[in-house]
């Protein structure tokens, strides 16, 4: 038989899914939906407003196996639909995290941040320009790497040097900081909102910003700027120069000059490496071997188990540092930036 939802539109997976919810007793329910996660509570709270009446036949349709459990039809009226599935979220998830999940979706007011990062590049390159400097680096890196890169190129040399070399030095971020920065950029962008009070700390990758933020500017702008770095602290532009070469960027350094860095790589380590590679890179870097040895290299490909992303990106990187070094040596010519 066909079943309906209330709006005449046959029921799909999801439908199933809350007739099974709406047909247990609480605690086994309670049990499934605990294991679920905001989205797909979300979209079973959905189902369940869409069900109307849903007959005998219909429960041994689509629940085959439990239908002996089952002693008449499973009226959505009866459990209380949608108001049901939030009792049993509340008991088995919790009264705050199920008011989150069910609440009227409202328009939000657009956050500090949100407002910095709409705002024009020329008005946050000049409000940026006369915030204290490490509240600025920390502003720039919440943005795109692509916007950060054009309100760089839109202040003066000396302040933009000192905000990348600032932002490569970061390690983390807290999340109070985040705040303090964006609201008080905000109100000089005359808007209003709020973030998170909380002290919570998260991550970030400076380095990897750093880099990004460079590769996106111009060859010639991005090189003086990290020359201006170096000025400032040439430890620090060391570090970024070599983030700014990935394992993709082997493509650029030409097949004739590849030997010395094959060589200095266990074979293990260049097959893990080349997992997640492009054809085009495998390419490359086959050319840059004899015909023997290349056949052997990609038999030992194909024989390889698949190994954790986290894997291949420790082989990747061990390649990149040993492109690195032996560029440092004298032994390999690393292309300038910007060259394809």
Do not use: W
Not at 109 to 120: F, G, I
Not at 174 to 203: F, H, Y
Not at 300 to 315: G, H, N, T, Y
Request: no cysteine.
């Amino acid at each position: 038989m066909t079943i309906s939802t209330r709006h005449g539109t046959p029921i799909g997976p999801r439908h199933k899914a809350a007739i099974a919810v709406l047909a247990l007793n609480e605690e086994v329910a309670g049990e499934i939906l605990s294991q679920l996660d905001d989205k797909e509570l979300k979209a079973l709270a959905a189902a369940v407003d869409e069900l109307d009446l849903v007959p005998s036949e219909a429960l041994v349709a689509v629940l085959d196996e439990l239908v002996k459990s089952m002693a008449g039809p499973v009226s959505v009226a009866r459990t209380g639909g949608a108001a049901y599935v939030r009792k049993l979220a509340t008991q088995s998830l919790g009264a705050d995290r199920a008011q989150r999940l069910f609440a009227p979706l409202t328009p939000a007011e657009p956050s500090p941040l949100e407002l910095v990062r709409s705002a024009r590049v020329k008005s946050l390159a000049e409000l940026l320009s006369e915030e204290h400097p490490q509240i600025a680096a920390v502003v720039l890196s919440q943005l795109p790497a692509r916007t950060a890169a054009q309100v760089l190129r839109a202040m003066p040399d000396e302040r933009a040097a000192d905000l990348t070399a600032r932002v490569a030095a970061i390690e983390e971020i807290p999340e109070s900081a985040v705040t303090e920065a964006s609201e008080a950029l905000a109100r000089a962008l005359a808007a209003t909102g709020g973030l998170s009070s909380s002290d919570q700390r998260t991550e970030f990758d400076g380095l990897a910003f750093a880099a990004a933020l460079l590769n996106e500017l111009p060859a010639e702008q991005g090189d003086a700027l990290l020359d201006r770095v170096s000025q400032q602290d040439a430890a620090i532009a060391t570090r970024v120069r070599e983030a700014m070469f990935t394992f993709e960027d082997l493509l650029r350094i030409e097949q004739r000059q590849m030997g010395p860095l094959l060589r200095a790589v266990q074979s293990e380590v260049l097959v893990m490496a080349l997992q997640t590679a492009g054809e085009d890179l495998r390419a490359h870097l086959f050319g840059a071997l004899s015909q023997r040895a290349a056949q052997t290299l990609k038999e030992d490909l194909a024989a390889s188990k698949p190994r954790r992303i986290s894997e291949v990106e420790a082989a990747q990187r061990q390649i990149v540092e040993a492109a690195t070094r032996l560029a440092a040596e004298g032994q390999i010519t690393m292309p300038p930036r910007g060259e394809g």
